[in-house]
C-alpha cells in the first residue's frame, strides 16, 4: 500500500508570506493527524482529524494556522502570516482506528519549512 | 498527564557493540509505548510497541526494549549495532482519552565502523 506522502518536502518562504502544506494520508485511513518539530525540541501534536472533522485542534499555536480536510481525503495546513518561529518540520500520520498499540500512527517524511 | 524523556541526546557506539538508549516515562493511565525510528530525510517508522502483553518486546531490525513499571522505563537495546542503524530515535506513549501520542525529544544514534 502507498504511505502518507506529503507535499513539498522542503519550503523556504520569507515572513509575512503564505505557505500551505498537504498531507495524502493511506486510503481508508479515517484518522489524520498534523505534528511539528521546532529544531532540536520534541514532535508536537497540532491537530486530528476524523474523517473531514477536526477532532481536537488543541495543539494548534495560533489563529495563523489553519488545516482544513475537506472530503475527508488529503489535508492541506495553511500558514498565513508566516513568523519566524514557525521554522520547523511538519509531519502529517494517519491511521485506521484511533491510534494506540493495535492501530499505530503510519508517517509522512516530513515538510520541512523554513522561514526567512 | 502524560511525557517522555529520552536521556540522551545524542549516543555514539563502534560497529558491532551493543546500543542502549534511555526512555523514562510518565503517564497517569496504563500507557501503551512505543518506539520509532527516523532515517534521514524519511518518515518516522514504527519500530516496536508495548501493549501490555509482554514486558519484553522485540521489534524490527534486532531491536528489543523492556517495559519496567516499577522503574517508569522503556528502554531500547540492540545486542550488536549494524552501520545501517544510524538515525534518530524517538520515544512515545501514549493513552487516555484521544489516545494523543507524546514524543520524547529523539536520540541521534552514530555508528562508528
Known amino acids: 500500500e502507498a504511505g502518507v506522502t506529503q507535499f513539498p518536502s522542503h519550503s523556504v518562504i520569507e515572513k509575512g508570506q503564505t505557505v500551505t502544506l498537504r498531507c495524502d494520508p493511506i486510503?481508508?485511513?479515517?484518522?489524520l493527524y498534523w505534528y511539528r518539530r521546532v529544531m532540536g525540541k520534541e514532535i508536537k501534536f497540532l491537530l486530528h482529524?476524523?474523517?473531514?472533522?477536526?477532532?481536537?485542534e488543541s495543539g494548534m499555536p495560533n489563529n495563523r494556522f489553519l488545516a482544513e480536510r475537506t472530503g475527508g481525503t488529503y489535508s492541506t495546513l495553511k500558514v498565513q502570516p508566516a513568523e519566524l518561529e514557525d521554522s520547523g518540520v511538519y509531519f502529517c500520520?494517519?491511521?485506521?482506528?484511533?491510534?494506540?498499540?493495535?492501530?499505530?500512527?503510519?508517517f509522512g517524511n516530513g515538510t520541512r519549512l523554513t522561514v526567512t | 498527564a502524560q511525557s517522555v524523556t529520552q536521556l540522551d541526546s545524542h549516543v555514539s557506539v563502534s560497529e558491532g557493540t551493543p546500543v542502549l538508549l534511555r526512555c523514562n516515562y510518565s503517564?497517569?493511565?496504563?500507557?501503551?509505548l512505543f518506539w520509532y525510528v527516523q532515517h534521514p530525510n524519511k518518515g518516522l517508522q514504527l519500530l516496536l510497541k508495548y501493549t501490555s502483553a509482554a514486558t519484553l518486546v522485540k521489534g524490527i531490525n534486532g531491536f528489543e526494549a523492556e517495559f519496567k513499571k516499577s522503574e517508569t522505563s522503556f528502554h531500547l537495546t540492540k545486542p550488536s549495532a549494524h552501520m545501517s542503524d544510524a538515525a534518530e530515535y524517538f520515544c512515545?506513549?501514549?493513552?487516555?482519552?484521544?489516545?494523543?501520542?507524546?514524543f520524547g525529544t529523539g536520540t541521534s544514534l552514530t555508528v562508528i565502523p
Open positions: 503517564s497517569s493511565y496504563s500507557p501503551s
Open positions: 486510503s481508508g485511513h479515517d484518522n
Open positions: 500520520a494517519s491511521s485506521q482506528d484511533l491510534p494506540g498499540a493495535n492501530s499505530p500512527l503510519h
Open positions: 482529524f476524523v474523517k473531514e472533522s477536526k477532532q481536537d
Open positions: 512515545v506513549v501514549t493513552g487516555g482519552p484521544g489516545n494523543q501520542f507524546y
